[in-house]
């Protein structure tokens, strides 16, 4: 598998570089973010939270209650039912809004497990379910937090552009109030207010300073809305995890079935091709060894050559299955190998005092094989280097060239391809390669020892 390197990631010929919003915002960010679409979203989703959070709270207290009540009696099983599958809707109604007030992404929940038809069945599912009762949860906490959040923001919002533009209202005091302006302090002696212009110029920089502060303040308190819907309303980490692991799985057997095909095809139209071809040129080599001994001794002797060349093809498939040098010693003979085979010299270092378990070892060997398969192909480097190392319970190795650069793995390429065979494993590949160079790929895969080998 092999990847094209220094080809279109993200520079342009005319402009440099594309993609960049540096140059878009004159303002700083601090300066743009009260008048945002973001802010104006997350405050939205502040100022909604409360009447929601109290039909939420309502309805999960409500119903509960009622169903706990009533279970002397059969009819409290469908009551908690009832108040567990309504709390998974409003579930699905704050992802929503979540989504689209706070651009939150959060999966659904793992789905009830109804294993026969019936009302019983799905109650019991219902109850059984840890997403109801995390929805629940979320039912009963998000009163309390909504209602601190809606005074804070409400009281923070107003206040700020209360100051900011109070030049432009302070007059109404002195018109309708009958005082000088708004009062800062008093007592029976004596009172101060802001009516000069120094007074109120600086209550309007205040005013900036606070409104300044507003949505980073917002944002602080959307940020324990974004925990509770996803921490709750999402599926569990078990799930997730599960999730995770039958797609591993599926990457796993794709790339199984993805090598046995080419295994067969190389078999198909390499050695066996040839074993058939000396097959029949053996057949006439015997047909011809009576009449005509020399062309007979001749076609045996080009039928030698062709068996050399069938071993040497089955030789290079089984190295490329799992070579010997590998399982006899290590990562660091076979590593050295490889890179005896790269187009440009490579110093390859293995600090390991212990060999890992035999997959990952051939992940491993294979992984920087197809690295250096493709400093070969495509760098166009002159010197390449394989580092392998121990850290704690990870096996880390790099690969590093002085090459064109331009490597990705966004674009679908080997490297793609690469990353999900480590992601199947719980491994990371991390790709640095400006263009121009360097390169430096790093790859990091569990360690986990040679039990039995």
């Known amino acids: 598998m092999a990847t094209e390197y220094g080809q279109g990631y993200g520079f342009d010929s005319g402009s440099g570089f594309t993609g960049s919003t540096e140059g878009r915002h004159r303002l700083p960010a601090a300066l743009r973010a009260p008048v945002e679409g973001r802010t104006w979203r997350e405050l939205a989703h502040v100022l909604l939270s409360l009447p929601i959070s109290i039909l939420l709270f309502t309805y999960a207290v409500t119903m509960v209650s009622l169903g706990a009540g009533l279970l002397v009696t059969f009819l409290g099983i469908p009551v908690l039912a009832a108040a567990l599958a309504g709390c998974r809707g409003f579930g699905a109604m704050e992802r929503t809004r979540a989504r689209a007030l706070l651009g939150l992404e959060v999966a659904e929940p793992e789905p009830l497990r109804v294993r026969k038809a019936g009302a019983l069945a799905w109650m019991g599912a219902v109850l059984k379910s840890g997403a109801s009762w995390r929805a629940l949860l979320y039912a009963v906490l998000q009163l309390p937090w909504a209602v601190f959040s809606f005074v804070v923001a409400v009281n923070v919002w107003v206040l700020g552009w209360a100051l900011l533009t109070y030049p432009l209202w302070f007059w109404v005091f002195p018109a309708y109030a009958g005082q000088d302006g708004v009062q800062l302090y008093g007592d029976e002696a004596h009172r101060i207010y802001l009516d000069n212009p120094f007074e109120i110029t600086v209550t309007a920089l205040v005013g900036l300073l606070v409104t300044i502060a507003t ?3 917002v944002r602080a308190l959307t940020m324990v809305d974004r925990l509770l819907v996803h921490g709750l309303l999402g599926p569990s980490r078990l799930v997730s995890r599960v999730v995770e692991l039958e797609s591993d799985r599926g990457v796993v057997v ?10 067969e ?20 080599a015997k047909e011809k060894l009576q009449e005509d001994p020399e062309t007979a001794a001749r076609m045996v002797d080009e039928a ?6 069938a071993l040497q093809e ?3 498939l089984a190295r490329g299955i799992h070579p010997a040098v590998l399982t006899d010693r290590g990562l660091d003979a076979a590593l050295s190998s490889v890179a005896s085979r790269c187009t440009v010299p490579v110093q390859v270092e293995v600090d390991l005092a212990e060999r890992p ?8 060997y294979f992984t920087v094989s197809e690295l250096l398969q493709n400093v070969s192909k495509h760098a166009r480097a002159t010197w390449a280097g394989v580092e392998v190392w121990r850290t704690e319970n990870r096996l880390l190795l790099q690969v590093v060239d002085n090459g064109v650069g331009g490597a990705d793995t966004a674009r679908g390429s080997g490297l793609a391809g690469l990353a999900e065979r480590l992601d199947a494993v719980d491994g990371i590949l991390v790709v640095d390669s400006p263009a121009g160079g360097p390169t430096r790929v790093t790859a990091e895969l569990p360690w986990r020892g040679a039990h039995v080998r």
Not at 254 to 263: F, G, N, Q, S
Not at 357 to 364: M, T, V
């Open 304 to 309: 030698h050559g062709e068996v050399k060349t």
């Open 314 to 316: 089955l030789r290079d």
């Open 254 to 263: 794709d790339t199984a079935a993805a090598d046995l095909r080419r295994i």
């Open 357 to 364: 378990a035999p997959a990952i070892e051939g992940i491993a």
């Open 265 to 284: 095809r190389d078999l198909h139209d390499g050695a066996q091709a040839r074993l058939v071809a000396l097959a029949m040129d053996l057949g006439l």
């Open 215 to 217: 949505p980073w303040i």
